[in-house]
């Protein structure tokens, strides 16, 4: 008979915020699945435990195939994360796909998630949001991604570690201006926790000055609604703003996709005036 796979969320900081049922979970699983062994060890010490555990990190390498196997010769798994909730922006989200489609039984045992957390207390818009997790790290990559984001109403999270800070905060800036509101949750849970809410202007300021510390979750308000009702915009004006967007270096689909928000036209559609506007443009 199969075992059960686990997926267990740890403290995102405070191991006071440890659920009995989390270290029960652990206690009785055959063996742990975690991101990184090495914090995981620290956190079954902290629980006195001794369980035989596998980094499941690089699924790429066929750790998720070694894992799924024990699980299906009767032993149950324990996977769980450095912090927080683990298959969220993580790649033990491919070992729960994989175990579902085998038929074994997947089992979850909650606890506090960083962004959840930053959002109850972020003073945003919490009924209706969207999660981005860590933006790209290629630089036009990462451009296209705001570039999706412009006519985004719903308020935004973002992961952040602390020496890619500045740049996002360059990043977010450019994109959506510096009145937009953002809060700043900094070391949620632990000694130096840090709630700040704010504008992306005085951020980037502040920053400049001022060493990010610490991993940060970014919480910031979605596009704000418009008092009066636009003017429909013509597919000649959505593609002009789509070659506008090309020029601040967006691909062109990427482009036409952003430009195509909020219009009655696809993304195709501009994607082809796009096109047109370019070939009739001089050399």
């Given at each position: 008979m199969a075992g059960i796979l686990y997926i267990v969320a740890t403290p995102i900081g405070n191991l006071d915020d440890m659920p009995p049922r989390?270290?029960?979970?652990?206690?009785?699983?055959d063996f742990v699945a975690a991101e990184d062994t090495r914090v995981t060890m620290r956190l079954l010490n902290y629980l006195g435990l001794k369980k035989p555990m596998v980094s499941y990190y690089e699924h790429a390498l066929q750790k998720g195939e070694g894992i799924l196997r024990r699980i299906e010769a009767g032993e149950?798994?324990?996977?769980?994360?450095?912090?927080?909730?683990?298959?969220?922006?993580?790649?033990?989200?491919?070992i729960v796909r994989d175990a579902l489609a085998r038929g074994i039984k997947v089992v979850p045992v909650p606890a506090a998630s960083a962004c959840v957390t930053a959002l109850a207390v972020s003073g945003q818009d919490t009924s209706r949001w969207v999660f981005e997790g860590f933006l790209p790290v290629n630089r036009k990559q990462k451009k296209e991604r705001l570039a999706e984001l412009l006519?985004?109403?719903?308020?935004?999270?973002?992961?952040?570690?602390?020496?890619?800070?500045?740049?996002?905060?360059?990043?977010?800036v450019n994109a959506f201006g510096p009145?937009?509101?953002?809060?700043?949750?900094?070391e949620l849970t632990k000694l130096h926790e840090e709630i700040w809410k704010t504008t992306l202007g005085e951020a980037q300021a502040h920053y400049a000055a001022n060493e990010p510390r610490g991993e940060y979750v970014l919480v910031m308000a979605g596009a704000p609604?418009?008092?009066?009702?636009?003017?429909?915009?013509?597919l000649e004006q959505a593609a002009q703003r789509a070659?506008?967007?090309?020029?601040?270096?967006?691909?062109?689909?990427?482009?036409?996709?952003?430009?195509?928000?909020?219009?009655?036209?696809?993304?195709s559609e501009v994607y082809k005036a796009l096109l047109t506007i370019q070939q009739r443009e001089p050399e």
């Open positions: 989390v270290a029960a979970t652990f206690g009785a699983a149950n798994c324990a996977l769980c994360s450095d912090a927080g909730m683990p298959c969220v922006s993580d790649p033990g989200e491919v006519g985004e109403k719903r308020t935004v999270i973002f992961y952040e570690a602390p020496h890619k800070l500045r740049t996002t905060l360059d990043d977010l009145e937009r509101s953002i809060t700043l949750c900094r609604a418009s008092t009066e009702p636009e003017a429909e915009m013509t070659l506008e967007l090309t020029g601040q270096g967006f691909g062109p689909t990427a482009a036409a996709k952003a430009a195509a928000q909020g219009t009655p036209y696809s993304k």
